[in-house]
């Protein structure tokens, strides 16, 4: 039985940061455990084939992400910064972890890995991430539309 285009996370506005470089690799995220969570068929094989083939493109995603959201904070000057990065950092650790035992020939299944990464990202984005987004929100600028913004060509220009 495979889960034919079901969403474990489903984006909404509660998720946004208001920086749209950050809010499109969120969205990212979400997609990528999405699509794991769809390939979740209750065959070992499958899912092991499955996992073996996308695990390293997802780490180098999330480590991505994670250098972006760093980058930021640090122009900024984001006072929370080295507490950010040491969740970032464990997040990490704990992922290789899970693919160093994957790889030893522990069980695997890719459905609690995919709740898992879903849990994590969710109260990540919600706790943790909502501390940068507040500040953000404290420097911020707005533009004449409405909007507000925050100068990222520096970041950006680095990506």
Known sequence: MISNDCELISWNSK????????????????????EM????TGNFVQEHDYFTRVIHEVVQYVKKHFATEEKIMLAVKFSGYA????????????IINNIHEFEAGKRFTLSAF????????????????KQYFEYFKSIATRKSDGRLTINLEDVNRNQ
């Open 83 to 94: 507490e950010h990065k040491k969740e970032h950092d464990t997040f990490i650790r704990v």
């Open 15 to 34: 998720l946004s940061c208001g920086v749209k470089l950050i809010d499109d690799q969120h969205k990212g995220l979400v997609d990528l455990v999405n």
């Open 114 to 129: 995919t709740r898992y990464l879903k849990d994590w990202i969710l109260s990540h984005i919600a706790l943790v991430d």
């Open 37 to 40: 969570f769809n390939h979740v």
